[in-house]
């Protein structure tokens, strides 16, 4: 049980989604006391959820790509296992011939 809840706290999804939820939490909290002189750009509650949005959507979008990015890893590598030995020697001909 405990390497479980270990292996879940140790993968990437959950710290970065610890990461986004906690920069959440600055936004929201802290967001109405950030500014520059009069200007306070998160003080409305609009502003904030828009942010907070920006920041889900971000998340999520850049754990899309890894996963899209392994998928294409995973299948070079298995494509790369299959091939047979003459393959390799085939295209090793080929290139060969073309330099």
């Known amino acids: 049980m405990s ?3 270990r292996s879940i706290v140790r993968s990437r999804w959950f710290t970065s989604a610890f990461v986004v939820l906690v920069l959440i939490a600055v936004v929201w909290i802290f ?5 520059i002189g009069a200007l306070h750009p998160l003080e409305t509650e609009i502003v904030r959820f828009i942010v907070i949005g920006a920041l889900v959507a971000g998340w999520i979008i850049w754990n899309l790509l890894r996963i899209v990015r392994a998928n294409r890893r995973d299948q070079k590598l298995a494509e790369g296992i299959a091939e047979s030995p003459a393959d390799l020697q085939a295209k090793e001909v080929e290139r060969a011939s073309a330099e």
């Open 3 to 5: 390497s479980m809840v």
């Open 31 to 35: 967001g109405p006391l950030l500014g």
